[in-house]
C-alpha cells in the first residue's frame, strides 16, 4: 500500500486507499445445501488446487481467505457439474425457455409452469373465454405442471396476441390467476387506470417476426456507454416507443462518439416510477414502448451503426406485486418450492422487494435462461447487472460503509449461494458470446468481481466506479472552490483495483431523479433557466458552470477508469430532475422526458457542453488511451489547483483554480518530442476563451539522469511548458515526425470532427498488470522563463 504522493516501488492491489488486512483469519462462509444435490458427484481435490488459483497470484492478501474460496469454488464446481450430469450442459440448463412457458411444438402447443405449491392448475385466455374446465393441467414429481393444446384445422388454438393467465388452487382451496412466469410479452388495458396485467401468447407468423438484418459490432476495447431510458427521451411529455428511440435517438448517440448503448427499463415493470428496477415480468419486454418486435428493430438499429447494446439487468430482486409479477406465485410454500427465500431472508426492507432463492435448481435454470434468452432472441451485447452489492451479502449492503478491509468480503456475511449463481452467469454469458460485456453495479469493491472464473474470481468485466459520483456531489454542495483538494479528487478517481477494469462516470440516472440534482443543475441552478443564451454575455454562475461540467466529466473518463458511462441528456447539462408520473405532480410526463431541442438551439450554451463531450469521446477513438494501462499521475499541486498525468501517451493539464491563469507551467511527460494540443475544453466551439494556441509547438526538454527517477522532474524523463488558462482542461499528444499527417494535426480533435476517416495514431500501452502510478509532485512549478514560444 502506498500514498498519494509515493513513488511506486512494487505493484499495490489497489491504486489508492483500501488496505490488505494482513493480520485476519481465515473466515469460512456457513454451508448452505442446494436444493438439487448429488451424494455420488465427484470433485477435484480443491486442497491440492487452490494454491495455484490466479486472483492469489494477484493479491497474496487473498491467501487468508483461502478457505473462504477453497469452499465456494467447490461450491461452484458441483453446481456446475450437477447442470451437467443432469441438463447435459449449462448451455442447455439456460435454454429453459424452450420447455417452460408457451412453446409451439409439432401439432400443438405445450404449456408447463413450475408450481409444486399448487394443488390444482389449468390454463385460461381469451381462446378459451377465460374458462379453464377444459384445459386442465398435469403435475410431475418435479412440481411442474404442463399442457399440450392440439391446433384447431392446422392453426393454433391459442392465436398470437392474444391474453393467457395460469389458473391455480394452493393448500387454502383458493383459486388465483397469475400472469405465467415464463411469459414473453404482458399487455394493460390502456382504458383503465391502474388496470393489471395480462399475460400475452406472443408468436409472430414469419411474415411479422423482426428479421436481424445486421451483425454484432466488435467489442469496444473500452467502452463508453451511453444510459438511456426509451420511455423517457421523447421530447414531448410521453412514453417513448423503441421505434422512435432508434430512429431518433441513435443517432445522436453516435455522433456523439460513444460505443456502446446500455438500455434501462427493458423487462417488464408494472411500476413506471420504478425505473424498471421492479421487474414482474422477466422474459417480457416493457410494452410501454412497443413489442418484442420494435426491441428488435431498435437493437439491429444500434448493431448498424456500430453501438453495441448492453442491458440493465435486474436478478438481484423482484417486485412484490402478487398479481402481475412472479411474486404472485408465492403462497406460503417452503423456500424449496419457490423463487424466493422465506421470512426475512427472502425479503429486502430497503427495496419493499422479494430475494431469490440462489441455491434452487429452478430458480437457477430460471435466471441463467433469463439471461440467454435476452442474448440469443434479442441479439444483445452484455449486461449491467443491478443490484450485486445486495446479492453479494447477507446484509445487502444495507448500512455498511465498506471500508476495504477484507474481513468484510469474506466471512459469514457473504452470501455464497449468489456469489455461486455469478459465477455461474459469468461463464455461461461468456460461452455464449465470448465478446460480452458484463458490469456489475457493486459499491462494496469486493475482490475478485471483476476477474475470471477460472482464477476464482466471479468473472465481471467491468465494475461501475459508484464512489466517484458521490465525491464530485460532495464537492459541488460543501465545498469551496478553494477548498477544492487535488489530491483527493485524484486519490477518489484512482481508488481502484488495478487488475480490475471500472467504468467511471460523473453522474448517472441515479443523480438525476427528482430530489437529487445533476451536476449541471449543481453549478449554475436556476441560472440555466435564464442565462444559457448565447445572445446575452454569460455571468459568472454560468461562466462557472459551463467550465467545471467539461473538467469534471473529462477528468473521471480520463483517469477514473478503464470504461466511461454517461446517462441521456447529461452531456449536454440537462435541467431539471426526473420525475415519473405520479399522484404528487398530477401524473405529469412534463419531467420524464429529454428536452432534446434546447441542444438543438444554436443561440443556446447547451451546444457548447454537447460539442465537448463529443470531442472527448472522439479523443479516446482516436489515441485509445482508455484502454491503455499506462497511468500516470505526476503533479497534484494544491497552491495552483493543478493535476498533471499521463494515460496512454497523451499528457493532461487540468487547473481548477477559480483565478489563475499559468503561462510557462512545466509539466513532466514520459517520451521526448514535439508535443501539440489535442483538446482543449477553452476552444471557442467548447464555450470557451480561445487563449491556448492549437498550432504551437511545445518542445521537450531531458531532466535529469536517464534512468534515475529521483533526478527527473516530477520523476518523469521529460518536461515542456504550457499555458494553462484558470478552469481548463488541455490535452497533449506527441507528434510522430515521420508522420505527415501528425505534423499537420493541430488541434487533431477538432480536424476529427470535421473528418472521422482519419487514420488513429497509435498509442503505446504499458504491461496489463501496471497499477496507476501516483507520483511525487515539485510544488511551485510555475515558471517566468518560458523557453517555448508563447500559446498565445
Request: glycine share 8%.
Amino acid at each position: 500500500m502506498y500514498s498519494s504522493c509515493s513513488v511506486l516501488s512494487t505493484p499495490a492491489l489497489w491504486s489508492s486507499s483500501l488496505i490488505l488486512s494482513e493480520d485476519s483469519s481465515p473466515v469460512c462462509s456457513p454451508s448452505v445445501s442446494a436444493v438439487l444435490t448429488n451424494e455420488h458427484s465427484t470433485i477435484a481435490n480443491m486442497e491440492e488446487d487452490v494454491e495455484n488459483i490466479g486472483l492469489f497470484s494477484l493479491d497474496p492478501g487473498l491467501e487468508a481467505y483461502k478457505d473462504h474460496f477453497r469452499y465456494r469454488i467447490k461450491r461452484y464446481v458441483d453446481q456446475k457439474k450437477l447442470i451437467e450430469e443432469n441438463e447435459t450442459s449449462l448451455e442447455e440448463f439456460a435454454q429453459g425457455y424452450l420447455k417452460f412457458g408457451f412453446n409451439r411444438e409439432e401439432g400443438g402447443i405445450v404449456y408447463r409452469e413450475w408450481v409444486p405449491a399448487a394443488q390444482e392448475a389449468e390454463v385460461i385466455g381469451d381462446f378459451n373465454g377465460w374458462n379453464g374446465c377444459g384445459h386442465k393441467m398435469q403435475k410431475n414429481q418435479f412440481g411442474v405442471w404442463s399442457i399440450r393444446i392440439p391446433d384447431i384445422n392446422g392453426n393454433p388454438a391459442i392465436p398470437h396476441n392474444s391474453r393467457v393467465k395460469f389458473r391455480f388452487k394452493h393448500s387454502n382451496g383458493v383459486w388465483v390467476d397469475r400472469i405465467p412466469a415464463w411469459i414473453k410479452y404482458a399487455t394493460q388495458d390502456p382504458t383503465r387506470f391502474a388496470a393489471p396485467y395480462d399475460g400475452v401468447y406472443w408468436d409472430p407468423p414469419p411474415s411479422e417476426r423482426y428479421q436481424f438484418k445486421h451483425p454484432r459490432p466488435p467489442k469496444p476495447k473500452a467502452p463508453r456507454i451511453y444510459e438511456a431510458h426509451v420511455g423517457m427521451s421523447s421530447l414531448e411529455p410521453r412514453v417513448n416507443t423503441y421505434r422512435e428511440f432508434a430512429d431518433d435517438v441513435l443517432p445522436r448517440v453516435r455522433a456523439n462518439n460513444y460505443n456502446t448503448v446500455q438500455l434501462m427499463a427493458v423487462m417488464e415493470h408494472s411500476y413506471y416510477g420504478s425505473f424498471g428496477y421492479h421487474v414482474t415480468n422477466f422474459f417480457a419486454v416493457s410494452s410501454r414502448s412497443g413489442t418484442p418486435e420494435d426491441l428488435k428493430y431498435l437493437i439491429d438499429k444500434a448493431h448498424s451503426l456500430g453501438l453495441q447494446v448492453l442491458m440493465d439487468v435486474v436478478h438481484s430482486h423482484a417486485s412484490n406485486n402478487i398479481t402481475d409479477g412472479l411474486n404472485g406465485f408465492d403462497v406460503g410454500q417452503s423456500s424449496q418450492d419457490s423463487y424466493f427465500h422465506t421470512g426475512d431472508r427472502g425479503y429486502h426492507k430497503l427495496w419493499d422487494s422479494r430475494i431469490f432463492n440462489y441455491a434452487n435448481w429452478e430458480v437457477l435454470r430460471f435466471l441463467l435462461s433469463n439471461l440467454r434468452w435476452w442474448l440469443d432472441e434479442f441479439k444483445f451485447d452484455g449486461f449491467r447487472f443491478d443490484g450485486v452489492t445486495s446479492m453479494l451479502y447477507h446484509h445487502h449492503g444495507i448500512n455498511m460503509a465498506f471500508t476495504g478491509n477484507y474481513n468484510e468480503y469474506f466471512s459469514e456475511a457473504t452470501d455464497v449461494d449468489a456469489v455461486v449463481y455469478l459465477m455461474l452467469a459469468n461463464n455461461l454469458i461468456h460461452s455464449i458470446l465470448p465478446d460480452a460485456t458484463v458490469i456489475a453495479e457493486d459499491v462494496s469493491g469486493m475482490p475478485g468481481l471483476g476477474r475470471p472464473v477460472p482464477e476464482g474470481g466471479i468473472g465481471f468485466d467491468y465494475r461501475l466506479a459508484m464512489a466517484i459520483p458521490d465525491k464530485w456531489i460532495d464537492y459541488l454542495k460543501n465545498k469551496k472552490d478553494e477548498e477544492w483538494s487535488m489530491n483527493e479528487i485524484t486519490w477518489s478517481l484512482t481508488n481502484r483495483r488495478y487488475t480490475e477494469k471500472c467504468v467511471a462516470y460523473a453522474e448517472s440516472h441515479d443523480q438525476a431523479i427528482v430530489g437529487d440534482k445533476t451536476i449541471a443543475f449543481l453549478l449554475m441552478d436556476k441560472e440555466m433557466y435564464s442565462g444559457m443564451s448565447c445572445l446575452t454575455e454569460a455571468s459568472p454562475v454560468i461562466e462557472r458552470g459551463i467550465a467545471l461540467h467539461k473538467m469534471i466529466h473529462f477528468l473521471t473518463m480520463a483517469l477514473g477508469g478503464e470504461g466511461y458511462l454517461n446517462f441521456m441528456g447529461n452531456e449536454f447539462g440537462h435541467p431539471d430532475w426526473i420525475d415519473f408520473p405520479r399522484q404528487g405532480n398530477g401524473w405529469s410526463y412534463d419531467k420524464c422526458r429529454r428536452q432534446w431541442d434546447l441542444v438543438d438551439t444554436d443561440h443556446l450554451r447547451f451546444k457548447f457542453l454537447n460539442a465537448f463531450n463529443k470531442a472527448m469521446n472522439l479523443l479516446d477513438e482516436k489515441f485509445e488511451f482508455l484502454a491503455s494501462a499506462k497511468q500516470v499521475v505526476s503533479c497534484m499541486d494544491e497552491d495552483n489547483k493543478v493535476i498533471v498525468f499521463e494515460r496512454g501517451d497523451l499528457v493532461f493539464v487540468f487547473n481548477f483554480h477559480s483565478e489563475n491563469t499559468y503561462e510557462g507551467y512545466k509539466v513532466g511527460c514520459d517520451l521526448p518530442g514535439k508535443y501539440r494540443v489535442a483538446l482543449d475544453s477553452d476552444a471557442w466551439e467548447f464555450g470557451g476563451h480561445g487563449r491556448v494556441g492549437h498550432d504551437v509547438d511545445h518542445f521537450t526538454t531531458p531532466e535529469g539522469v536517464p534512468g534515475v527517477p529521483e533526478t527527473n522532474f516530477n520523476n518523469r524523463p521529460n518536461s515542456f511548458k504550457v499555458l494553462s488558462p484558470l478552469r481548463t482542461c488541455v490535452v497533449y499528444y506527441r507528434v510522430e515526425e515521420d508522420s505527415q499527417e501528425s505534423k499537420n494535426e493541430a488541434g487533431a480533435v477538432k480536424e476529427a470532427q470535421q473528418n472521422n476517416s482519419s487514420s488513429h495514431e497509435e498509442s503505446r500501452s504499458a504491461d496489463a498488470d501496471e497499477p496507476i502510478q501516483m507520483l511525487v509532485p515539485e510544488i511551485g512549478v510555475v515558471e517566468d522563463d518560458n523557453d517555448d514560444e508563447p500559446d498565445e
